[in-house]
């Protein structure tokens, strides 16, 4: 039994690992039961899916070209749409709730009695976007925005190098408004837990660049966060090129974790297999008789 307890003790260090591969395991896994889940969806929620991203093209060019009375018809198809098609099996409930919001938006800034055209305009891109990412998972509009934020993340950086903290403040302003535009097709598409970290790191940088006395040092690890995190949201590598294909992207962040853990445990068991090899060599050896 003493033999055993001492051959066990030393592996109890496997135990924390085990634990962190595990937990970095199962966001891949749920990643990959989704996207079988792909082949069992109705196929009507796919084509229900295409017509109102077809639909919601033809609003967008109407709005476009000011034309209120076609808008009005677009609106009510696209109603039509939603309340009888099945598109919940496409996306999360999360989901479902953002593309309802972006069509009450568009249908509020309709309504107005004094018609704001760049409310239009912001209104139908987002609903357009959002649309698109039900009808068209790999290749969503949405991933397009990725230039556009890491352009305005590099803005902030360089502004800061120069002292410019208005400017900086500024490039944080359009890439808040730009991911605003994208924010329905992301909640679509991915986890709540990734939108809830850049809404989170959103409102965190929105507090150091207004600060009133803003921290240099702070705000530089802040766009360091946010250059990551947005990779990561866009299914970039760290070194990928700002306008990386699309078919390049398949949304598989969690492996990021999942290689760092299985790195870790093969430093570790290396270093143990060394220690045992170290201490085995200075055990006494009984001559045979």
């Not at 924390?16 to 966001?27: E, G, H, K, S, Y």
């Not at 249908?107 to 305009?121: G, L, M, S, Y």
């Not at 850049?198 to 150091?208: F, K, N, P």
Request: with cysteine; charged share 20%; proline share 4%.
């Amino acid at each position: 039994m003493r033999r055993s307890y001492s051959i066990f003790k030393p592996n109890l260090w496997l135990f924390p690992l085990l634990v962190a591969i595990c937990i970095t395991i199962q966001p891949v896994k749920i990643h990959a039961y989704g996207a079988n889940l792909d082949s069992g969806k109705s196929a009507e929620a796919v084509e229900q899916a295409k017509v109102l991203s077809s639909t919601v093209e033809q609003l967008y060019q109407h709005v476009l070209a000011g034309n209120t009375n076609l808008v009005h018809q677009d609106l009510q198809q696209i109603d039509s749409i939603f309340e009888n098609s099945s598109l919940q099996k496409l996306t999360t409930v999360e989901g479902m709730h953002a593309l309802s919001e972006s069509i009450i938006e568009m249908k509020e800034a309709f309504a107005r009695v004094r018609i704001d055209p760049q409310q239009w305009i912001t209104a139908s891109a987002k609903l357009r976007i959002a649309a698109d990412s039900l009808s068209n998972p790999k290749q969503s509009l949405w991933m397009q925005y990725y230039k556009l934020i890491r352009e305005e993340l590099s803005q902030m950086k360089a502004n800061l190098d120069k002292g410019d903290i208005l400017a900086v403040k500024e490039a944080y302003e359009r890439l808040q408004n730009h991911y605003e535009i994208i924010r329905p097709a992301v909640i679509i598409q991915r986890k709540p837990a990734d939108v809830t970290m850049v809404d989170s790191w959103l409102s965190y940088a929105g507090g150091l660049v207004n600060a009133v006395t803003p921290k240099p040092g702070e705000i530089e690890k802040m766009i360091g966060q946010g250059e990551e995190m947005f990779n990561g949201l866009f299914g970039k590598k760290k070194d990928y090129p700002a306008l990386a294909p699309l078919d390049q992207v398949d949304g598989s962040w969690p492996w990021v974790l999942w290689a760092g853990a299985f790195i870790i445990i093969i430093l570790a068991y290396t270093a143990y297999r060394k220690y045992r090899g170290e201490r085995d060599s200075f055990k006494k050896i009984s001559p045979k008789w």
